[in-house]
C-alpha cells in the first residue's frame, strides 16, 4: 500500500467555501459493495443535501466544477464500531463524573434509555470521530442481567434535543449479560447461571403478558404505560432485539435457548467460546458482534481467541467488531485494530472493513442508510493516508453527511 506523506495526503484544492459540495478522490476507494474489492482512483461526490450523489472510477464520474476536492491515498465508508459505551462513559474514567453506562440498584432495568445519559461532547466522542468513526452504537454496558438500552447515532451529534432526528436508532437494543457477568453484587441476586435465566424468563413471560393485554384488550381496559414491560415487550413484538452478552458457551447455549423460547431477535455479544457452537449459531440465523480482540484474557474470556473472525466468517455467520469495554481500568479500544488482529489471524482484509462498516450496518439494521459507499445513501467517508488496518497509518480526514467534521491527522 502506497504510504502519502502526510502534508499531501489531503488536499485541498479548491477555493470555493466550505459550505461547497464535496468531491473524494483517492487511490485506493473501499466502496464495500458487491465482491468488497476496492475501486482504483476512485470518486465519490457528495450532494447539497448529505448523500452520496456518484460513485466510480475517475473518467467514468467526473468531478464538477466547484466542488471542494479532498484526495487521499485511502477512503473508505465511514467507519462503524458496533458496540460500544462512548458518550455514557467519558475519557477521564471518573465515577460520578463520566461514567454513565451501568446502573446497579437492580438487576433488570430495560427501561433506561441510553438518550437520556449521552454526553457527546464528551473529549472521547471527539477521539473516537477524529480516527474515522462516523457512527456508534452505544448504550448501557454489560454488567447487569439486564443493564438498559443501547441506541445508534452518529459523532458530530453534541446533545440530543430530539432522539428521532438527532439519532439513527433512538431505542436500537435491550443490553443483557448472562454468566457471571450479570451477577448481581453485594449478595444481590441473581448469584447463579440459573438464577439468571429464571429471573429474565420470568421478566420475559410478564412482558408477554402485559403485551398481550395492550393487544387484544379493549381501550378503556388496557393497562397503564409500564416503562419496564413496555421496553421489553418492544423485544417480544421484534421491533428491537435483545442483545445477550455471553461469553462461555453455556451462556450461548442459553441464550439460543430463550430465543427459540421467545421468538425474538437475538444479537450475541462478546461470544468469546462461540467457537465452540458455530452450527448451532448458524442455525439460528444469528449475527455475533465480537469481543474485543485485545480484550485480556482472564475470567469468563480465558478462551479468547484471535481466530475467532475467521472462524465466523468460515462457517458464513455474520459479525462486527467492537470496541466494547472493560470494566478495570475502562478503556476505549481502536475498532480498527480489533479487525487488524483478525486480519493477522485469518480474516481477509476486506472482510474485517465490512466488519467496521457495511457487515456492522446490517446487523444494526441500518445498511439502508450508512455502511457503504453508494448513490442515495448517507455520505460518510473517512480518509486515510495508507491501510486503515495498519498501526501507521493516519486518518487523516472525516466527513459526516456530506459535510467535513475533521481534517485532524490521527
Given amino acids: 500500500m502506497k504510504i502519502y506523506p502526510l502534508v499531501a495526503s489531503l488536499l485541498f484544492h479548491s477555493v470555493t467555501t466550505a459550505s461547497a459540495q464535496i468531491a473524494v478522490q483517492a487511490d485506493t476507494l473501499y466502496t464495500m459493495t458487491g465482491d468488497l474489492k476496492p475501486l482504483r482512483n476512485g470518486v465519490v461526490l457528495c450532494s447539497k443535501d448529505g448523500k452520496i450523489e456518484r460513485v466510480g472510477q475517475l473518467g467514468e464520474v467526473n468531478i464538477p466544477e466547484g466542488y471542494r476536492l479532498l484526495k487521499a491515498a485511502v477512503a473508505t465508508p465511514g467507519f462503524i464500531d458496533a458496540h460500544t459505551t462512548v458518550g455514557l462513559s467519558g475519557i477521564l474514567n471518573l465515577d460520578r463524573h463520566d461514567q454513565e453506562q451501568l446502573e446497579t440498584s437492580a438487576p433488570i432495568q430495560p427501561e433506561?434509555?441510553?438518550?437520556?445519559?449521552?454526553?457527546?461532547?464528551?473529549?472521547?466522542?471527539?477521539?473516537?470521530?477524529?480516527?474515522?468513526?462516523?457512527?456508534?452504537?452505544?448504550?448501557?454496558?454489560?454488567?447487569?442481567?439486564?443493564?438498559?438500552?443501547?441506541?445508534?447515532?452518529?459523532?458530530?451529534?453534541?446533545?440530543?434535543?430530539?432522539?428521532?432526528?438527532?439519532?439513527?436508532?433512538?431505542?436500537?437494543?435491550?443490553?443483557?449479560?448472562?454468566?457471571?457477568?450479570?451477577?448481581?453484587?453485594?449478595?444481590?441476586?441473581?448469584?447463579?447461571?440459573?438464577?439468571?435465566?429464571?429471573?429474565?424468563?420470568?421478566?420475559?413471560?410478564?412482558?408477554?403478558?402485559?403485551?398481550?393485554?395492550?393487544?387484544?384488550?379493549?381501550?378503556?381496559?388496557?393497562?397503564?404505560?409500564?416503562?419496564?414491560?413496555?421496553?421489553?415487550?418492544?423485544?417480544?413484538?421484534?421491533?428491537?432485539?435483545?442483545?445477550?452478552?455471553?461469553?462461555?458457551?453455556?451462556?450461548?447455549?442459553?441464550?439460543?435457548?430463550?430465543?427459540?423460547?421467545?421468538?425474538?431477535?437475538?444479537?450475541?455479544?462478546?461470544?468469546?467460546?462461540?467457537?465452540?457452537?458455530?452450527?448451532?449459531?448458524?442455525?439460528a440465523k444469528v449475527p455475533v458482534i465480537i469481543h474485543p480482540t485485545m480484550a485480556r484474557p482472564y475470567g469468563e474470556n480465558e478462551n479468547i481467541t484471535f481466530t475467532l473472525a475467521a472462524k465466523l466468517h468460515a462457517a458464513g455467520i455474520p459479525?462486527?467488531?467492537?470496541?466494547?469495554?472493560?470494566?478495570?481500568?475502562?478503556?476505549?479500544?481502536?475498532?480498527?485494530?480489533?479487525?487488524?488482529?483478525?486480519?493477522?489471524?485469518?480474516?481477509?482484509?476486506?472482510?474485517?472493513?465490512?466488519?467496521?462498516?457495511?457487515?456492522?450496518?446490517?446487523?444494526?439494521?441500518?445498511?439502508?442508510?450508512?455502511?457503504?459507499l453508494q448513490k442515495g445513501l448517507e455520505a460518510d467517508i473517512a480518509l486515510f493516508d495508507g491501510d486503515p488496518l495498519e498501526t501507521v497509518t493516519h486518518c487523516t480526514g472525516v466527513i459526516i453527511d456530506g459535510k467535513m467534521v475533521s481534517k485532524e491527522t490521527k
Fill in 112 to 283: 433506561l434509555r441510553a438518550v437520556d445519559a449521552y454526553n457527546g461532547r464528551d473529549p472521547l466522542v471527539q477521539w473516537i470521530r477524529e480516527l474515522g468513526i462516523t457512527t456508534i452504537h452505544t448504550g448501557h454496558a454489560p454488567g447487569s442481567l439486564v443493564a438498559g438500552q443501547t441506541m445508534i447515532l452518529k459523532t458530530n451529534v453534541p446533545s440530543i434535543t430530539d432522539p428521532e432526528k438527532n439519532t439513527l436508532r433512538p431505542f436500537a437494543m435491550v443490553a443483557s449479560t448472562l454468566g457471571s457477568g450479570g451477577f448481581g453484587r453485594g449478595g444481590k441476586p441473581p448469584g447463579t447461571r440459573a438464577k439468571s435465566l429464571a429471573m429474565l424468563r420470568e421478566h420475559l413471560l410478564k412482558a408477554q403478558r402485559h403485551l398481550k393485554k395492550k393487544t387484544e384488550a379493549k381501550e378503556d381496559e388496557k393497562p397503564e404505560p409500564n416503562l419496564r414491560l413496555d421496553a421489553m415487550a418492544a423485544v417480544l413484538e421484534g421491533q428491537t432485539p435483545l442483545l445477550v452478552t455471553a461469553k462461555r458457551h453455556q451462556d450461548i447455549a442459553a441464550a439460543l435457548r430463550l430465543q427459540r423460547e421467545f421468538n425474538f431477535p437475538l444479537i450475541l455479544d462478546g461470544a468469546s467460546e462461540a467457537y465452540l457452537l458455530l452450527e448451532e449459531i448458524k442455525a
Fill in 319 to 372: 459479525f462486527a467488531f467492537q470496541s466494547g469495554y472493560e470494566a478495570y481500568v475502562p478503556k476505549t479500544r481502536v475498532v480498527h485494530f480489533e479487525a487488524a488482529l483478525s486480519v493477522a489471524y485469518g480474516l481477509p482484509h476486506e472482510v474485517a472493513l465490512a466488519g467496521c462498516t457495511s457487515a456492522a450496518a446490517e446487523i444494526l439494521g441500518i445498511g439502508n442508510r450508512i455502511g457503504s
